[in-house]
């Protein structure tokens, strides 16, 4: 489905990396198609994204919707309706063939815009309870595309499911290649532990307390590998020194691809990227979700995946050094169980997500082109 020079695909994310970073991989698929790609954003999105691969960049206002004061509440609103006003001068300008959002209130004003205009519009959800941005969008779209089956979706419209399809989160390529490189049934333990992109305390606290309750000859089997936040790096490194541990500890590894790729098992929040990268190397893991994130969806990721025994599900509250030596303690001692939660965790990947979706809006406009 390549097009020509000619043809303009708007995108609007922002707000997150959790956002930005799919929609980056759509971008990129839809530029090495010849399409003209236009980021329509908010103004942390445009700090977060600077090498998006967009031909245009904009910024939008947007508003949250969110906090107790009515003075913010009104204001946010205000925001949403001024987003829109401009979005609409913005489309009419750029006349894009179709707008795919990416959740977040920065999709708001452009695919209501773009609603107004008659374009097409594709909207895409990362997580396994659906996003209130996307809850009010999704009535208003042309397709909406899930990482999950619906049934294993939260917060999904009635509606919404006659015209959804399962596209899986878009990662990059390395990590889809991992799912090549088979885990091996062996007495030694490769553990990563992650905490989102600034690291966990509760990791920091809990982890190392779980390795000290561990025999020395349990050990001598195990190779970590942890992220800390930088007030715990210290800390970690010293616990882990003083065991005599084979560990190594930073506060941001720019390599997790060849980590995971290495991992027996992986300790981390589950965020819809990180879960999504999980199944696309096809890797055993404990989940432990973020408990103050919005409508707790890190915790319906987690259960996307262990509810199909594909990951183990810690709540915070549950995760202590005791629950963690103890689920420890039986890979040690059978690491196959980790093996075949990992198999399960891989037949959950929807491989080539970015291409999916790149080619569902495409779709969009040549029916309606057609039609």
Do not use: W
């Not at 913005?90 to 999709?107: M, R």
């Not at 042309?142 to 596209?167: H, I, R, T, Y």
């Not at 594909?310 to 039986?330: M, V």
Request: proline letters at 5%; glycine letters at 6%.
């Amino acid at each position: 489905m390549t097009q020509t020079n000619t043809t303009t695909i708007a995108i609007a994310a922002g707000g997150t990396g959790g956002h930005l970073f799919p929609a980056q991989a759509v971008a990129e698929v839809l530029s090495d198609k010849g399409i003209k790609v236009v980021l329509l954003t908010d103004q942390r999105g445009k700090q977060i994204a600077p090498n998006f691969p967009a031909d245009e960049i904009h910024v939008l206002p947007s508003g949250a919707l969110a906090g107790v004061s009515l003075v913010k509440r009104f204001s946010s609103v205000v925001e949403l309706v001024t987003g829109t006003f401009k979005a609409r001068g913005l489309l009419k300008s750029i006349a894009p063939s179709a707008v795919i959002g990416f959740g977040g209130y920065p999709s708001v004003p452009p695919l209501m815009a773009a609603k107004s205009l008659g374009i097409p519009s594709l909207l895409h959800e990362q997580n396994a309870f659906v996003g209130k941005a996307n809850r009010l969008l999704a009535k208003f779209c042309n397709k909406l595309a899930l990482p999950f089956e619906p049934k294993f979706m939260k917060g999904l419209p009635d509606q919404a499911c006659q015209k959804s399809f399962v596209s899986g989160n878009p990662v990059r390529q390395a990590f889809q290649n991992i799912r090549s490189q088979q885990m091996q049934d062996s007495n030694n333990l490769t553990l990563l532990v992650l905490g989102g992109s600034l690291g966990a305390k509760v990791m920091s606290q809990e982890v190392p307390k779980a390795i000290e309750l561990l025999s020395a000859s349990q050990q001598r089997q195990l190779t970590i590998h942890q992220q800390a936040r930088g007030e715990d790096l210290q800390k970690v490194i010293d616990a882990y020194e003083k065991l005599s541990l084979n560990a190594d500890v930073k506060e941001f590894f720019n390599n997790v691809d060849e980590l995971i790729a290495k991992a027996d098992l992986v300790i981390t929040r589950a965020g819809a990227s990180t879960v999504a990268e999980i199944t696309a190397a096809g890797r055993a893991s404990i989940l432990v979700p973020y408990p103050f994130a919005a409508d707790d969806h890190q915790t319906q990721n987690a259960a996307a995946l262990a509810d199909n025994d594909a990951a183990i599900l810690a709540p915070q509250s549950q995760f202590t050094a005791t629950y963690i030596a103890g689920q420890l303690t039986t890979y040690l001692e059978n690491n196959q169980t980790l093996v075949d939660m990992a198999q399960r965790a891989s037949k959950l990947a929807v491989p080539g997500a970015a291409l999916l979706i790149a080619d569902a809006a495409i779709e969009l406009f040549e029916e309606k082109s057609v039609s």
